[in-house]
Every structure is written in structure tokens, then in C-alpha cells.
T-cell receptor
Framework: GAVVSQHPSRVICKSGTSVKIECRSL??????MFWYRQFPKQSLMLMAT?????????EQGVEKDKFLINHASLTLSTLTVTSAHPEDSSFYIC?????????????FGSGTQLSVL | SQQGEEDPQALSIQEGENATMNCSYK?????LQWYRQNSGRGLVHLIL?????REKHSGRLRVTLDTSKKSSSLLITASRAADTASYFC??????????FGPGTRLSVLP
């Protein structure tokens, strides 16, 4: 149990277009999901915390108008990279905490490699 | 913000040897967790140790926690080529954001 599906796994887009990444908890409810960005051989950089039914909380330095987060249900959060530019190319990962219970572990999606040409 | 620091940053060992990775942190914690990431994939939870615990085992994994030194270690015994991955520690303070360290890249050579 506790599977998080992230889609797409890889996307290539042209500069100026928008890309949507989905993070879905398949067998549990997730009130809170997290979005990270990861550069090669580096750790995860938390971008924002996504809460079901409310606005996301963005980390300092992350543009909320650039990275739109929607958490409309207890099983789905989406990250939209708007007007993507080559510097947005990166590996994006989501994670989810189970609603209820001790909420001690994170369950991760498999990541999305975004390449902006 | 990153508060965990793993060392070494990279570790290369032969199959069958033990691998030890260390993690240090700066603030008080409720628990500390270790995650594994295969190249180009998401993270997988390995083991959690609470602040009132000193040692925990799970299969070939052994984790220690020293809250006085704000440090933890992850030992993988009898390593296998399939253990090749990046390993991250993450600290959690009573449900607040998880803070990940920079990670240790482990290479197990056959």
C-alpha cells in the first residue's frame, strides 16, 4: 500500500509553454503533499507544501505565479510550470503524507524529468 | 532549508563489504528517517528512528541516533550491487516539514 503515482515521468517542451505534472495517491488519502526540485547529484529542494482545499505554501524564493499548485482532492495535487524556460529544466518530485495516523513517513512519486528547449 | 549534512558525499565499496553513512542535524527533532533514491527515481522510505531511541535494525540496515551529538548513522551490512543508490537522511519535528540532507551516493562494485 501507500503508492504515489506521478505523471508524466519525462516531458520535453518548448520554451514559453506550460507543463502540468500530476501527483496522485492511489490507495490512501493525502491532505498534504509536497513538491520538490532536484538538480543532478544534489538533494531535494522543497518548493511548496500543497494542502487539500487551500492555497499552497511556497518556500522562499519560489515564484507562486510561475509554479502553480492545485490540490483539489484528497488524492491529487498538480504542479503547473507556466511559461517554462530552459532554466526550469530539472527533476521534479512529489511526496505525500497519509491523512490521519502518525504522519511520520513520506511516500514519493517516481519523479518527472522536465527538459525545456 | 537544509539542516542535515551527510558524509561521505560519495562512497564506493566492494560487494559484501559494509557501508556506513553519517548524518548530522542542527535543531531538535521528533524522529529521523533514512530514504533511498535510485538514479532518476523517487525516494523510498527505509527506516525511522525516534528521538528516544538509540538504535534500530531492519534486515541488513542498522541505524543509530545520538541526540546529544545531533547525529545519526546508517549501516548497510553485506552490501550488494543492488544497494547502489543515493541515501538521504530526513529530520522531522512533530509533523512540520521534513528536512533532507544532501545525501550520500553509494556505489557497490560487483
Amino acid at each position: 500500500g501507500a503508492v504515489v503515482s506521478q505523471h508524466p515521468s519525462r516531458v520535453i517542451c518548448k520554451s514559453g509553454t506550460s507543463v502540468k505534472i500530476e501527483c496522485r495517491s492511489l490507495d490512501f488519502q493525502a491532505t498534504t503533499m509536497f513538491w520538490y526540485r532536484q538538480f543532478p547529484k544534489q538533494s531535494l529542494m522543497l518548493m511548496a507544501t500543497s494542502n487539500e482545499g487551500s492555497k499552497a505554501t511556497y518556500e522562499q524564493g519560489v515564484e507562486k505565479d510561475k509554479f502553480l499548485i492545485n490540490h483539489a482532492s484528497l488524492t491529487l495535487s498538480t504542479l503547473t510550470v507556466t511559461s517554462a524556460h530552459p532554466e526550469d529544466s530539472s527533476f521534479y518530485i512529489c511526496s505525500a503524507k497519509k491523512t490521519g495516523g502518525p504522519n511520520e513517513k513520506l511516500f514519493f512519486g517516481s519523479g518527472t524529468q522536465l527538459s525545456v528547449l | 532549508s537544509q539542516q542535515g549534512e551527510e558524509d561521505p558525499q560519495a562512497l564506493s565499496i566492494q560487494e559484501g563489504e559494509n557501508a556506513t553513512m553519517n548524518c548530522s542535524y542542527k535543531t531538535s527533532i521528533n524522529n529521523l528517517q533514512w530514504y533511498r533514491q535510485n538514479s532518476g527515481r523517487g525516494l523510498v522510505h527505509l527506516i525511522l528512528i525516534r528521538s528516544n531511541e538509540r538504535e534500530k535494525h531492519s534486515g541488513r540496515l542498522r541505524v543509530t541516533l545520538d541526540t546529544s551529538k545531533k547525529s545519526s548513522s546508517l549501516l548497510i551490512t553485506a552490501s550488494r550491487a543492488a544497494d547502489t543508490a543515493s541515501y538521504f537522511c530526513a529530520t522531522n519535528n512533530y509533523g512540520q516539514n521534513f528536512v533532507f540532507g544532501p545525501g550520500t551516493r553509494l556505489s557497490v562494485l560487483p
